[in-house]
């Protein structure tokens, strides 16, 4: 029990210095001690004097970008590490299955149609939309090969993510003006820069809660290991288990995509990663993973503001870059595993 | 006193009937085999009988209660399924795969305790396999994986286990061992085999034959001449073992 809160302790103290550095670090740097002395004004109105325009960088900009990209970066790696268990796939995360691009069509249909802009209803639409995604993806991956093939389902998932990106481009070029089209295209490819309190507020407790839900499935998730009737045989009842782990997951993947716009392979990296250094338990591959997809996030938002002077790189390039060689990696392993 | 029965049992896949109307009652303590040529149905009868399939037509009952009227947990609190070449792609330690058996003993709030350790510990050591529970799951034989199974299966400490051929592409060596590790547990054990000597080690026998149950009682009053002639198709008769007097069964092609 201590060693538990031992390692609870180390994981939100990395987070929190992780948060520090992501404030910290930016085309102007921002002494991290001023970063404390905002924090300290904010949180207990210590009464520091400082640069007001300082104050309202770091509370309004740099801090609420810090603390989404480290929901969603713990976010898609809980979900990927759903996924990966429920799908005994070590490829499945919810962008290559196509999950995102739902989601993006989703929140895009409901902007367009101004049915309401507002984060909730984003969310929703996202929701509804990443729910289609997968039930078409799983469909058609059942359709396809009863074998179980692994590359089946992400097979599927590619025809499931040009689907949806192409009806989210159709949406796009058939209803929004120039500048909405800018706009929808530009937070497509993955963007931190629009993020204000109410999306941490949204944010932040979907990805706790998301990751409280799969902690108490842990023993579940570790059962699917030899497959589904080797679950259903140690006493998981694995339908209802499926259900709300995948409708969490497709939960947890539309509010992030719905605020930051579709963000790939963390879900792949990271868990990937945890599982090399962790083994296969969820006890620890769940907070594990979740605590790397923070830190992975911050530093790719990071890298996405000072690689370029001057420019924003979308956050989703940087995780492409690094993920898709990952994911090169991990099918080159498989082949050698046979 | 019958632990495990079913009556009526039939089930299908699309036009396919793959079980008929099967009745059948497993005493407590017994090993029952099951044998049948391939396609006979004796996969699709355990996993009915572990409530792993929906029958079509018929009921189980497990302990005198309906199988659907148990939940998944209850049902695995009791009985232990070892199934035909199950496999993983992850790097999954023996001692984890095995420890996978407590599940149904576990909630979510209940943390691991020494005692489901030493139960675990124990399984690998029923089935000879202690040394091997540092091993990842990749690193091990088909023969090992499949004493780990075993090892996993009791370690839900069941009353009742069901093997769907567990010795199936193993050594001669390993499939004696494990038949003969099976049939000293403390449990009552339905197996299916394939081996027709092997067979004739349990207490009693099912012959399955095209989804139907044609036989069923001690070995050497079910598998005669006539029977494996009409069900397996081969000629068969009984040698005497000089060595132990132990009746063998000598097959050939018709």
């Known amino acids: 029990m201590t060693a538990t809160l031992i390692r609870t302790l180390l994981a939100?103290?990395?987070?929190?210095?992780?948060?520090?550095?992501?404030?910290?670090?930016?085309?102007?740097?921002?002494?991290?001690?001023?970063?404390?002395?905002?924090?300290?004004?904010?949180?207990?109105?210590?009464?520091?004097?400082?640069?007001?325009?300082?104050?309202?960088?770091?509370?309004n900009y740099r801090l609420t970008r810090a603390l989404v990209a480290a929901a969603c970066g713990a976010g898609l790696a809980t979900c990927g590490v759903i996924l990966q268990s429920l799908l005994r796939n070590p490829l499945a995360e919810p962008y290559l299955l196509g999950i995102s691009a739902g989601a993006s069509t989703g929140a895009v249909l409901v902007a367009l149609l101004g049915v309401g802009a507002g984060l909730l209803t984003l969310s929703a639409g996202a929701f509804v939309g990443a729910m289609t995604a997968f039930a078409l993806v799983v469909l058609l991956a059942r359709v396809s090969g009863t074998s179980g093939g692994a590359g089946q389902i992400i097979l599927a998932g590619i025809a499931g993510s040009q689907l949806f990106n192409a009806m989210t481009a159709f949406l796009i070029t058939k209803s929004a003006s120039s500048e909405q089209a800018r706009g929808i295209l530009f937070w497509l490819l993955g963007n931190l820069s629009g993020v204000r309190w109410p999306s941490v507020w949204l944010a932040v407790p979907v990805a706790v809660a998301g990751l409280v839900v799969c902690l108490w499935h842990r023993r579940a998730l570790d059962a699917f290991t030899f497959g589904v009737d080797s679950a259903a045989s140690l006493g998981i009842a694995v339908r209802r288990v499926q259900l709300v782990l995948i409708g969490c997951a497709a939960l947890?993947?539309?509010?992030?995509?719905?605020?930051?716009?579709?963000?790939?392979?963390?879900?792949?990296?990271?868990?990937?990663?945890?599982?090399?250094?962790?083994?296969?338990?969820?006890?620890?591959?769940?907070?594990?993973?979740?605590?790397?997809?923070?830190?992975?996030?911050?530093?790719?938002?990071?890298?996405?503001?000072?690689?370029?002077?001057?420019?924003?790189?979308?956050?989703?390039?940087?995780?492409?870059?690094?993920?898709?060689?990952?994911?090169?990696?991990?099918?080159?392993?498989?082949?050698?595993?046979? | 006193m019958s632990v495990l029965s079913c009556s009526g049992l039939g089930f299908r896949v699309r036009d396919a009937e793959l079980l008929n109307d099967i009745d059948l009652e497993v005493r407590l303590g017994e090993t029952l085999g099951i044998v049948g040529p391939n396609g006979s149905g004796k996969s699709t009868l355990l996993k009915l009988l572990a409530g792993l399939r929906a029958p079509a037509t018929g009921e189980v009952r497990l302990g005198g209660q309906r199988l659907g009227e148990l939940s998944r947990r209850s049902i695995a609190q009791q009985l232990a399924v070892v199934e035909q070449q199950a496999d993983t792609d992850e790097a999954i330690r023996v001692f984890d795969a095995v420890a996978l058996g407590r599940t149904p003993w576990l909630s979510a709030l209940s943390p691991w305790s020494s005692e489901d350790d030493a139960i675990v510990r124990q399984a690998l050591h029923d089935v000879?396999?202690?040394?091997?529970?540092?091993?990842?799951?990749?690193?091990?034989?088909?023969?090992?994986?499949?004493?780990?199974?075993?090892?996993?299966?009791?370690?839900?400490?069941?009353?009742?286990?069901?093997?769907?051929?567990?010795?199936?592409?193993?050594?001669?060596?390993?499939?004696?061992?494990?038949?003969?590790?099976?049939?000293?547990?403390?449990?009552?054990?339905?197996?299916?085999?394939?081996?027709?000597?092997?067979?004739?080690?349990?207490?009693?026998l099912a012959v399955l034959d095209h989804g139907r149950l044609v036989a069923l009682g001690k070995p050497l009053e079910v598998l005669t001449p006539q029977r494996l002639l009409d069900t397996f198709g081969v000629q068969a008769h009984y040698l005497t073992d000089p060595f132990d007097g132990a009746q063998i069964l000598r097959l050939r092609s018709t």
């Open chain 1, 12 to 59: 939100l103290g990395m987070l929190s210095l992780a948060v520090l550095a992501g404030v910290a670090i930016g085309e102007t740097p921002i002494d991290p001690l001023v970063v404390l002395q905002v924090l300290a004004n904010k949180l207990w109105g210590a009464g520091y004097a400082l640069n007001p325009i300082d104050e309202g960088i770091v509370w």
């Open chain 1, 252 to 338: 947890v993947t539309a509010v992030m995509v719905s605020i930051v716009g579709s963000i790939g392979f963390v879900g792949l990296v990271i868990p990937h990663a945890a599982r090399l250094m962790l083994g296969t338990g969820h006890s620890r591959l769940l907070p594990a993973s979740a605590l790397g997809g923070a830190l992975f996030l911050i530093a790719a938002d990071v890298l996405s503001r000072t690689l370029i002077k001057g420019q924003v790189i979308p956050v989703g390039v940087i995780t492409a870059l690094v993920g898709a060689p990952v994911f090169a990696l991990i099918l080159i392993g498989r082949r050698n595993a046979r």
């Open chain 2, 128 to 204: 000879d396999a202690a040394h091997l529970s540092k091993r990842t799951w990749r690193s091990l034989s088909g023969g090992e994986r499949q004493r780990v199974h075993i090892a996993r299966a009791l370690a839900q400490r069941p009353q009742i286990l069901l093997l769907d051929e567990p010795t199936n592409h193993l050594d001669i060596q390993h499939q004696l061992a494990i038949l003969r590790e099976v049939q000293s547990l403390p449990v009552t054990t339905l197996i299916a085999l394939h081996d027709l000597n092997q067979a004739l080690t349990c207490d009693r």
